[in-house]
């Protein structure tokens, strides 16, 4: 994907297309709930662009948030934007991009976030992995309205307080 399309897509004002509901899911062996949704850019629905929010039953404070476009050339995604909430694996940054960045790294549990700026060649183009650079939260989240609130601030979603919050995250029994 070009840098430019890449960067209109991540800066435009964007809503998000209904049916905003979760569904269940099992993705390699975890179970989740996954609201997928499109995504309208000035009252027109781009191609292969969308929002995923991803929350996980046995783990009440952890969530995934993403803003995605399909990769024309092939059957994958590149991803613009995550907001990784509790993650349950640790993440280390690659050696290239932001030199603040470069081989920090994130224990499971650690909050950060993946911008695809972060991630750019050296001439200023995407990566295959878009956002293999994080960055640590500067806005502490405590709970999914509130890292709703910040993803929907970073990437410009002006109906974010729509989404539902995930249903029961499951029992401690």
């Given at each position: 994907m070009?840098?430019?399309?890449?960067?209109?897509?991540?800066?435009?004002?964007?809503?998000?297309?209904?049916?905003?509901?979760?569904?269940?899911?099992s993705?390699?062996?975890?179970?989740?709930t996954?609201l997928?949704?499109?995504?309208e850019?000035?009252?027109?629905?781009p191609?292969?662009?969308?929002?995923?929010a991803?929350?996980?039953?046995?783990?009440?404070?952890?969530?995934?948030?993403?803003?995605?476009?399909?990769?024309l050339?092939?059957?994958?995604?590149?991803?613009?934007?995550?907001?990784?909430?509790?993650?349950?694996?640790?993440?280390?940054?690659?050696?290239?991009g932001?030199e603040?960045?470069?081989?920090?790294?994130?224990p499971?549990?650690?909050?950060?976030?993946?911008?695809f700026h972060?991630?750019?060649?050296?001439?200023?183009?995407?990566?295959s992995?878009s956002?293999?650079?994080?960055?640590?939260?500067?806005?502490?989240?405590?709970?999914?309205?509130?890292?709703?609130?910040?993803?929907?601030?970073?990437?410009n979603?002006?109906?974010?307080?729509?989404?539902?919050?995930?249903?029961?995250?499951?029992?401690l029994?």
């Open positions: 070009p840098f430019a399309e890449a960067e209109e897509i991540f800066r435009a004002e964007k809503s998000l297309i209904r049916p905003l509901r979760w569904e269940s899911s993705k390699s062996g975890r179970n989740q996954c997928e949704c499109r995504v850019i000035s009252e027109a629905l191609r292969g662009v969308y929002f995923r991803i929350a996980y039953p046995r783990f009440l404070h952890t969530f995934t948030f993403q803003l995605e476009c399909e990769r050339e092939a059957r994958a995604h590149v991803t613009l934007y995550r907001l990784e909430v509790n993650p349950l694996k640790a993440h280390t940054n690659k050696f290239f932001p603040e960045l470069q081989g920090e790294f994130f499971a549990g650690k909050s950060h976030e993946h911008d972060d991630s750019l060649t050296d001439k200023g183009e995407l990566r992995n956002c293999a650079q994080a960055r640590a939260l500067t806005v502490p989240q405590s709970d999914f309205a509130t890292a709703l609130s910040i993803v929907c601030s970073r990437i979603v002006v109906n974010g307080s729509e989404i539902p919050i995930p249903p029961s995250q499951g029992s029994f």
